[in-house]
């Protein structure tokens, strides 16, 4: 067996004021310096510059009284419990506490809540050790057994797609001590350890309320909800009582660098903009190919005011095909059909046309960030080609059907909207027929796993670990169950594909050749079809010196650095 104990962290850096960084900079926590000096050179000058701000800002009191956030997703719930929507994700950090995180990635695990772990040799039994000294923000004590009862409770709502299909459940054994019994081996695939120990948020068992915990949830995060507005905001405030103590074990998304965060609410990419334009907020966390002009010049500079800085997502934003025939899916038993479709898309045009500087094209179910990406894919992915698609159309059983009315469905945002839109035109120029359905993201969450309600779906999709991992999780049939049909992520029940991507997703099996062998099947049978890779641009007035982002580049206002005279709209 092997045994993983806590990793003692620096303190908590500040780092000088900068403008903008080079786009190919991966989910980087934060980022100093200006101009063209070599990546070398400028992360020296971070490091240098970093102790001098960090002791401006311990002079200034320490940390910011207030920063406001406008954000251009839903808030649907705070209980991760409740399922992970764009919303919850972009809170859970500053909320709750796991046991660990995984910061970015690839990046190994922080502890949280967890103080070692040991793997059994044959790979059936996980143990973890807990801090004898957690509380949540009410002052309720955690134990081993409200570790396991968060662990089991999350198994039983299906919500806990990350390790539902690893782990059987949990037991405590003592105080301090969880025993996590896997289904059979399950320690041995490459992101199951990962996957278990950063996967659930944690709770007192008697405190928990599935009702009043959506808006208002006690969990042992750095800060607690104090107002939660429909539609419209979420504030923060932080826990003087927070349970981690001890700088050098803390998480670095557990940092306390302001006293209140607003997190407010703006759907609508050129009011968002706007909002940071005339000072109604402080930071956005996503601005749009169309409303960078406003923030940064032609050669990549922010203007005067502003500090911008892009981070590449982990996310493919993709096209998947309804898979599960039994509920009503036209495409599911038609290849040809699905083929034609992908093949009379044009993915460089969406992303140029809607994107623009804010991503890049994925070739395949996947981007370039994975240290399992294979270049080779570029070449081999289904491109765009009206003659070949088609030939595929006249292969289907489209025209045979009656040619029917294909139902596209996304979220109701801006961004996934208009490609929705896109593709449904060229499908028209082909002659298949396509109705785009958008859905707010509550309803979404729900319509993406009932798969009477479509045939196609704009999703995006991540991992922390690699592409093996993220294929296993979402394309094997063990992500979710229909009608009591175990399925993939889009309806797929168990088959070839789930065989390829449990053998590319075991540690004795693991190759770039079993990931080739997974990208083949879904890309020759028309399962699945990247569309872009986002590229983040997460923007701030002056006085914002430095961003945290968290793996899915999803902004963390609470741990972004400050200047010593910074002001929020708010204060």
């Not at 449904?424 to 707010?440: F, H, R, S």
Request: glycine share 8%; net charge negative.
């Amino acid at each position: 067996s092997r045994v993983v104990a806590p990793i003692a962290r620096s303190s908590p850096r500040a780092n000088a004021g900068f403008r903008i960084l080079a786009a190919s900079m991966a989910l980087s926590l934060c980022a100093c310096g200006g101009g063209s000096k070599p990546a070398e050179t400028t992360a020296a000058a971070a490091e240098s510059g970093a102790t001098e701000a960090a002791g401006a800002a311990e002079s200034a009191g320490g940390r910011a009284k207030t920063v406001t956030l406008g954000m251009n997703t839903q808030i649907s719930t705070l209980d991760p419990f409740n399922g992970s929507s764009t919303g919850t994700i972009y809170l859970t950090e500053a909320l709750h506490d796991a046991l660990y995180s995984i910061p970015a990635l690839g990046e190994e695990l922080e502890n949280e809540i967890g103080k070692s772990y040991e793997v059994s040799d044959d790979g059936k039994t996980l143990t973890v050790e807990i801090y004898d000294y957690v509380h949540d923000q009410a002052g309720n004590k955690i134990d081993a057994e409200d570790v396991a009862w968060s662990y089991n409770t999350y198994l039983a709502t299906g919500n806990a797609t990350q390790f539902g299909k690893y782990l059987d459940s949990a037991e405590a054994t003592d105080a301090t001590h969880v025993v996590f019994h896997m289904k059979e081996d399950k320690c041995k695939e490459t992101s199951a350890v990962k996957s278990v120990l950063s996967g659930c948020v944690i709770y007192d068992k008697d405190a928990y309320s599935a009702d009043s915990y959506a808006t208002n949830p006690v969990g042992c995060g750095p800060y607690k909800v104090t107002e939660f507005v429909t539609g419209a905001s979420v504030t923060i405030e932080r826990d003087p009582n927070y349970w981690q103590t001890d700088e050098s074990l803390l998480a670095s998304a557990k940092k306390q660098n302001v006293e209140k965060c607003i997190f407010k609410i703006i759907l609508e990419d050129a009011q968002l903009a706007l909002a940071l334009e005339t000072g109604d907020v402080d930071a956005v966390n996503y601005v749009s190919a169309d409303n960078l002009q406003f923030f940064m010049d032609d050669n990549g500079n922010a203007l005067d005011g502003y500090t911008v800085q892009p981070f590449n997502a982990i996310l493919c934003v993709n096209v998947s095909f309804n898979m599960f025939p039994d509920a009503g899916s036209k495409v599911a038993n038609d290849k040809n059909l699905r083929l034609a479709i992908e093949w009379a898309i044009d993915k460089e045009g969406i992303t140029n046309t809607i994107m623009g500087k804010t991503a890049s094209v994925s070739y395949g179910f996947a981007t370039p960030l994975y240290g399992d990406y294979n270049p080779e894919w570029e070449k081999e992915d289904n491109g765009y080609d009206i003659e070949k698609a088609k030939a595929y159309l006249a292969e289907s059983d489209y025209v045979k059907n009656g040619s029917p009315t294909l139902v596209i469905m996304t979220e109701s945002n801006e961004v996934k909207t208009k490609a929705a839109q896109m593709i449904q035109n060229y499908c028209k120029e082909i002659g298949i027929n396509m109705e785009v359905k958008t859905a707010d993201t509550a309803l979404f969450d729900n319509y993406k796993y009932d798969f009477s309600e479509w045939d196609l779906k704009i999703d995006n999709n991540g991992n922390r670990v690699s592409l093996a991992a993220l294929y296993s999780n979402f394309l094997s049939a063990t992500h979710t169950s229909y009608n009591g049909v175990p399925t993939s992520f889009n309806g797929l029940p168990e088959g070839d594909l789930s065989k390829l991507c449990d053998v590319a997703n075991n540690v004795d099996t693991n190759s770039q050749e079993t990931v080739d062998a997974v990208f083949d099947y879904y890309t020759e049978n028309a399962i699945i079809y990247g569309l872009w890779g986002p590229i983040n641009y997460v923007a701030a007035k002056d006085g914002i010196t430095g961003f945290k982002v968290q793996y899915l580049s999803y902004a963390q206002p609470w741990a972004f650095d400050f200047a010593p005279d910074y002001k929020g709209v708010a204060d």
